[in-house]
């Protein structure tokens, strides 16, 4: 079965010219990174990557959309951690959440800006976000182990995008996030003994 991202053609955008989305995407980080969240619009964006508005808006509805999509692409390229062999189930998702927080940690106004973004009452970026946080899921089922408790792993994911979020909202750093993470699964794993 396709997933509902695979079935419209604005959301699809893997059939689309792989150099024009590209060139917006990373025109829309260096346009958010000058002009902030508030001074993003898709029309500077295709300014900036050489393309019409139009063109711009065939291949995002929005500038969360489009921004959701930086982050999309950031995580869909991230390598998978190899853990050590006797690793504890806490220092693996330490682990895995370095690599997680820090997708966009670097770029303060960009983090912001997903962090707004992602929050966005917006088909196209729901569809996204869904496959973010599979994609979330994966990775840290993929930590706990393949007889991950259902339970530990929902509160795991749950954990680590608060933490995001509140990374995001700036009472925390995106460095911070690994320890505190592993903090956490330590003590969800002790009680789940």
Do not use: C
């Amino acid at each position: 079965m396709s997933s509902p991202a695979a079935t419209s053609p604005r959301r699809n955008l893997a059939g689309r010219p792989a150099d024009t989305v590209a060139a917006l995407v990373d025109a829309a980080v260096g346009e958010v990174a000058e002009t902030g969240y508030d001074g993003l619009t898709v029309r500077n964006v295709a300014r900036r990557a050489g393309v019409s508005p139009a063109t711009a808006y065939t291949y995002f509805a929005s500038k969360e959309h489009l921004l959701t999509e930086v982050f999309w692409r950031r995580l869909s390229s991230l390598e998978e951690p190899s853990f050590a062999k006797r690793s504890s189930i806490a220092d693996r998702v330490e682990e895995t959440v370095r690599g997680l927080a820090m997708l966009v940690a670097d770029e303060p106004e960009l983090a912001a800006g997903v962090t707004t973004a992602m929050l966005a009452h917006d088909h196209d970026v729901k569809l996204l976000r869904d496959q973010i946080g599979n994609a979330f899921a994966a990775r840290l089922a993929h930590a706990i182990g393949p007889d991950a408790d259902p339970a530990l792993l929902r509160a795991v994911v749950t954990t680590f995008v608060g933490a995001l979020l509140t990374a995001g909202m700036g009472n925390a750093t995106y460095a911070e996030l690994p320890k505190l993470m592993a903090e956490t699964t330590a003590l969800m794993t002790r009680r789940a003994r």
